[in-house]
Antibody, heavy 120, light 112 residues
Framework: QLQLQESGPGRVKPSETLSLTCTVA??????????WGWIRQPPGKGLEWIGS???????FHNPSLKSRVTISVDTSKNHFSLKLDSVTAADTAVYYC????????????WGQGTLVTVSS | QSALTQPASVSGSPGQSITFSCTGG?????????VSWYQQHPAKAPKLMIY???KRPSGVSNRFSGSKSGNTASLTISGLQADDEADYYC????????????FGGGTKLTVL
């Protein structure tokens, strides 16, 4: 059974870079039939798509975040990562890593989520 | 402001059927059959309930069903149960911008 686990700092200072890693267990990031993605949820608010990538390097990003977002994959470590530059308090959220169906764009597996607070 | 529009809240009594709406546009819901629905209980990760408008993942109750007409997708829960009380989000693949997925703002379901 696929398991996803986010890891990274729980607090980031304003203007710095948020960095998270998602470790994949029970599956391979080299699976050509899916994408790997990041989704966030500010406290008390709804879900926001950040972006997704295929192990081949094909990526999709939320246009509102695109210039600040880097999503990458490391097949040797079976994990993928998120970097979000120049964070502000508005980036405070629970960040989920996820597997996305390559042919249907449904998020069929989620990590438990990790709260990242932007604060000095 | 979310790309897809959902009512903020709905309520129903046990045993009833209830329908959620999700309205998009010609670049997302109206263009693709890649509409998904998610259930999220408090402090939990969302769970996929419906994908490709009307398909259920393995293990999801057949009380959950999906449909679409034009730019509006719908999720119906029949035989409402107490445990169905949760937030429900829709999503759709979108050709807007760099082509990505967009979410609705979510609907809070209260089981009376």
């Amino acid at each position: 059974q696929l398991q996803l686990q986010e890891s990274g700092p729980g607090r980031v200072k304003p203007s710095e870079t948020l960095s998270l890693t998602c470790t994949v267990a029970g599956g391979s990031v080299s699976n050509r039939n899916c994408y790997w993605g990041w989704i966030r949820q500010p406290p008390g608010k709804g879900l926001e798509w950040i972006g997704s990538l295929h192990y081949s390097g094909n990526t999709f990003h939320n246009p509102s975040l695109k210039s600040r977002v880097t999503i990458s994959v490391d097949t040797s470590k079976n994990h993928f990562s998120l970097k979000l530059d120049s964070v502000t308090a508005a980036d405070t959220a629970v960040y989920y890593c996820a597997r996305v169906g390559g042919g249907d764009w449904g998020v069929n597996s989620w990590g438990q989520g990790t709260l990242v607070t932007v604060s000095s | 402001q979310s790309a897809l529009t959902q009512p903020a809240s709905v309520s129903g009594s046990p045993g009833q059927s209830i329908t959620f709406s999700c309205t998009g546009g010609s670049s997302d819901v109206g263009l693709y059959n890649y509409v998904s629905w998610y259930q999220q209980h408090p402090a939990k990760a969302p769970k996929l309930m419906i994908y490709e408008v009307n398909k259920r993942p393995s293990g999801v109750s057949n009380r959950f069903s999906g449909s679409k007409s034009g730019n509006t997708a719908s999720l119906t829960i029949s035989g409402l149960q107490a445990d169905d009380e949760a937030d429900y989000y829709c999503s759709s693949y979108s050709i807007s911008g760099n082509s990505h997925v967009v979410f609705g703002g979510g609907t809070k379901l209260t089981v009376l």
